[in-house]
């Protein structure tokens, strides 16, 4: 079947402005998971969903990142006034977790540059 | 804070031989341990996941985890060329959905 897809695959910006991530997750899976991974930074998780609630937001690196997600299904990730320090390739996964499971699998990045 | 600790090589190990990558974590209260393969300009794909002490074998792959000793492993048995990556090991401390904590990776290199 489909895997995690997103897009842009990249995306070049200037500091200062807005850029919107999108998300499609796996068919059927409830959970999905905003990481950003960076050189020298590792694997970073920002935000995960279970369906159109986000009950730990605590990976968000500053006020300027938001995310939401509808429909149980497909998510944006929002940075607003993007500065250099964003630039990473941010990754998105589903899961469809049950009792003691929760295998997480990735889609293929959108890699973030601002310039 | 939770941390995986891996040794970032890179490990160079000769084709056929048994590559061994081994993995810490602080957290003792984790419970959903995965290895994740991630070839250069690629996202993480997942090859291995275990959720109880002891040994899980899949193909190629064994994948040991030991609790009491925070640690996990990951065993490539007769390594070929194409498993030269990163391996990435990642902890969740809980058993349903949440974030994984990620170590920065141990590059594998298999020489032909």
């Known amino acids: 079947g489909a895997g995690v897809s997103q897009s842009p695959s990249n995306k070049v910006t200037e500091k200062g402005k807005d850029v919107e991530l999108r998300c499609d997750p796996i068919?059927?899976?409830?959970?999905l998971y905003w990481y950003r991974q960076s050189l020298g930074q590792g694997l970073e998780f920002l935000i995960y969903?279970?369906?159109?609630?986000?009950?730990?937001k605590s990976g968000l690196p500053s006020d300027r990142f938001s995310a939401e997600r509808t429909g149980g299904s497909v998510s944006t990730l929002t940075i607003q006034r993007t500065q250099q320090e964003d630039s990473a390739v941010y990754l998105c996964?589903?899961?469809?977790?049950?009792?003691?499971?929760?295998?997480?699998?990735f889609g293929p990045g959108t890699r973030l540059t601002v310039t | 804070q939770k941390e995986v600790e891996q040794n970032s090589g890179p490990l160079s190990v000769p084709e056929g031989a048994i590559a061994s990558l081994n993995c810490t974590y602080s957290?003792?209260?984790?419970?959903?341990f995965f290895w994740y393969r991630q070839y250069s300009g690629k996202s993480p794909e997942l090859i291995m996941f275990?959720?109880?002490?002891g040994d899980k074998e899949d193909g190629r792959f064994t994948a040991q985890l030991n609790k009491a000793s925070q640690y996990v492993s990951l065993l490539i048995r007769d390594s070929q060329p194409s498993d030269s990556a990163t391996y990435l090991c990642?902890?969740?401390?809980?058993?349903?959905?949440?974030?994984?904590?990620f170590g920065k990776g141990t590059h594998l290199i298999i020489q032909p």
């Open positions: 996964a589903s899961s469809a977790p049950t009792s003691g499971r929760n295998e997480q699998y």
């Open positions: 068919s059927g899976h409830t959970a």
């Open positions: 969903f279970q369906g159109n609630s986000a009950p730990d």
């Open positions: 275990i959720y109880s002490n």
């Open positions: 990642a902890v969740n401390q809980g058993g349903g959905a949440d974030g994984l904590t």
């Open positions: 957290d003792r209260g984790s419970q959903s």
